[in-house]
């Protein structure tokens, strides 16, 4: 099991940036796909991001292509989402994912990541 902590939440106007980061610790995340997923008030957890166990591919809600990117620095056991041109919409507790498997498939669906980290708010808002 791998113990994540995530941070680099705030507020932020409206076209801001902010970079989460995903500090992973008990274990590594080498060999594991990683993801971000979020929930807004009232509404269901949505994934945002995954990015491929050896990083060589990601995954996007299409509604953050373009906008956000997911990274991942595995002697740091660090996942990053670096988030630009933030809107209201985004707003949301962004919460970490380590996958279930090692050497998984990257996936969109929560079912597929069994650790999780405590999440940290992301506020856009003008």
């Known amino acids: 099991q791998v113990q994540l902590e995530e941070s680099g939440g705030g507020s932020v106007l409206p076209g801001g940036s902010l970079r989460l980061s995903c500090a992973a610790s008990?274990?590594?995340?080498?060999?594991?796909?990683m993801g971000w997923f979020r929930r807004a008030p009232g509404k269901e957890r949505e994934f945002v991001a995954a990015?491929?166990?050896?990083?060589?591919?990601?995954k996007y809600f299409d509604s953050v292509k373009g906008r956000f990117t997911i990274s991942r620095d595995d002697p740091k056991s660090t996942v990053y989402l670096q988030m630009n041109a933030l809107q209201p919409a985004d707003t949301a507790v962004y919460y970490c994912?380590?996958?279930?498997?090692?050497?998984?498939?990257?996936?969109?669906?929560?079912?597929?990541?069994?650790?999780w980290g405590q999440g940290t708010q992301v506020t856009v808002s003008s």
């Open positions: 008990g274990r590594t995340i080498r060999g594991y796909p």
């Open positions: 990015i491929h166990w050896g990083g060589v591919s990601r």
């Open positions: 994912a380590a996958g279930r498997a090692l050497y998984g498939s990257l996936s969109t669906t929560a079912d597929d990541y069994n650790d």
